[in-house]
């Protein structure tokens, strides 16, 4: 397992509310992006990795990697589904890294995709509990913003953490999407304004959500080899790791910190001799406000418990100590649930290219990317390193 | 999508009367019941258990924006019990003002209805908390 993989090239769709797109669409339409971004032909791509969560259920469609494949114009390639809730786009990328890693092929498609708006809400609440445990939370009417309520009032009372701390999260990520092109939400919006919008799971509220949102996004992964003939500016995947908890959060040996994050982040350190203080910015899974603080604390960029604190101190920002979610995260830029592990790759890498635009972080070279299943129960990190 | 009666039935000693499992080699008790102890796994020795029903608030919530068929009963209170037997459960919180609710606070086990298939489909049943004290 010595052979290094870049990304050679990204793809992605506008987020949003996007009703005259099908699934099949807006994957094909990412792919083109990715492929043409990394100057490659149809015929180079040996595989393919698509991460979707629930076309089932949103879309009524299954048996994914072929109808990607067909309507990419390449069937004949193997083409994997990967699922693992709102990680699957993170999985599907680990997938592809290490088929080329371990030297199966040299040059694969990670792709990642959801089409959500085409079933009422309600509807799509439903699908995404699909994530939880369905005998033991969803029967008693649990929602996955209500699991983060019940992770947000414990980290509250163990640790002090402020409802405005943990909105601050939501204005940050909207102060970033108001500064991408592709987000779902490019504007920003007050602490105040959070902190009035419509009760959803008490202590969360609509602003501390992220959206239900179309979308996708790809990447192209090369080997070494491929990569340094193909491209300039390949990003090399340093590293990747993965870990899992127990479906249910109420299993859980902890609901003030995620462990699944802590395991793979310590994984994913080790692995590339990178400690949390070289990191320079990262893309982390903001599914609801208290995730990002959940997440940081677990990525070690802070102690437990001091996730709001820093959040509050302008740590976080865009020119903070360790700038959080520049691309607006999942609750600015929108959260295609299956697409969102993919978007993250694409965010990291345009920044390390020094191509991200108005919200540019400034001589970045070491990223890390991390993705969240469910409440917790996987937890996918990617460490994306500049040339 | 509509589904068979059997996924309901062979649930019934765990919703209605908390039935759970214990692993009679570490002592560790589940709820719901598992087939593998998780720290002993195939050395383990699974046995089922009754729980009393009674803990304390581990965490809760209001929910106010419910999933289909639960609508005609929000706003409602859900909570994370922690039984006094050690396992954690997910439960609604009933008979109660959201602003009676507070971590720690004593709860017992109630049996009640959960939701109906629709007017003319299965009523489920299970348990519920509400405040002991």
């Known amino acids: 397992m010595s052979r290094k993989v870049a990304i050679i090239g990204i793809g992605m769709t506008k987020f949003g509310e996007l009703w005259n797109k099908r699934y099949r669409d807006l994957i094909t339409e990412a792919g083109a992006d990715a492929i043409k971004d990394a100057g490659i032909e149809g015929e180079d791509i040996q595989g393919l990795y698509i991460g979707s969560m629930s076309p089932g259920l949103f879309a009524g469609q299954e048996h994914i990697g072929a109808l990607v494949a067909d309507y990419s114009g390449l069937s004949g390639i193997p083409a994997t589904r990967i699922e693992a809730a709102c990680a699957s786009g993170g999985l599907a990328l680990r997938e592809a890294y290490l088929t080329i890693k371990s030297g199966a092929m040299d040059i694969v498609v990670a792709g990642g995709v959801e089409k959500m708006t085409d079933v009422t809400t309600s509807s799509a609440t439903i699908a995404l509990m699909g994530a939880g445990d369905q005998e033991w939370e969803a029967f008693k009417g649990v929602t996955f913003p209500s699991l983060y309520a019940l992770m947000a009032r414990r980290h509250m009372a163990e640790y002090g953490t402020t409802i405005e701390q943990i909105s601050q999260v939501a204005v940050k990520s909207h102060h970033n999407a108001s500064l991408n092109p592709h987000a779902q939400f490019p504007f920003k919006v007050t602490s105040e304004q959070v902190m009035n919008s419509a009760i959803i799971a008490d202590p969360l509220r609509l602003l501390h959500c992220s959206p239900i949102t179309d979308g996708a996004a790809a990447v192209v992964l090369a080997s070494e080899e491929k990569a340094k003939r193909l491209v300039d500016d390949p990003i090399w995947i340093i590293g990747s790791s993965s870990a899992t908890d127990t479906i249910a959060l109420h299993d859980r040996k902890s609901l003030s910190r995620m462990d699944s994050t802590i395991i793979a982040s310590k994984k994913a350190y080790k692995e590339t001799k990178i400690k949390p203080e070289d990191i320079d910015f990262a893309e982390v899974h903001d599914c609801f406000s208290i995730a990002e603080i959940l997440a940081i604390e677990g990525l070690s960029f802070c102690k437990l418990g001091d996730g709001g604190k820093i959040t509050e101190n302008g740590e976080t920002e865009i020119d903070g100590r360790i700038p959080i979610n520049p691309s607006g995260g999942l609750k600015g830029k929108g959260h295609p649930v299956g697409a969102t592990g993919i978007a993250q790759a694409v965010e990291a890498t345009l920044q390390l290219r020094g191509k991200a635009g108005k919200r540019q972080i400034k001589d970045s070279e070491n990223a890390l990317i991390h993705n969240v299943g469910g409440s917790g129960a996987t937890t996918v990190i990617h460490i994306l390193k500049r040339g | ?133």
């Open chain 2, 1 to 133: 999508m509509s589904k068979g009666l059997a996924l309901h039935w062979r649930l019934i000693p765990q919703r209605y009367n908390l039935v759970g499992t214990e692993c009679l080699k570490c002592g560790r008790k589940f709820f719901p019941t598992r087939q593998l102890c998780p720290e002993c796994r195939r050395a383990g020795d699974i046995k089922e258990v009754k729980f009393s029903g009674e803990g304390e608030i581990y965490s809760y919530t209001i929910i106010h924006t419910p999933p289909e068929g639960f609508d005609f009963m929000k706003p409602y209170a859900l909570g994370i019990i922690k039984l006094v037997e050690g396992p954690l459960v997910t439960a609604q919180l009933v008979d109660c003002k959201p602003e009676d609710l507070e971590i720690g606070k004593r709860v017992e086990l109630v049996f009640r209805k959960i939701i109906a298939d629709g007017s003319s489909g299965i009523i489920r049943y299970g348990y519920k908390f509400k405040l002991k004290d």
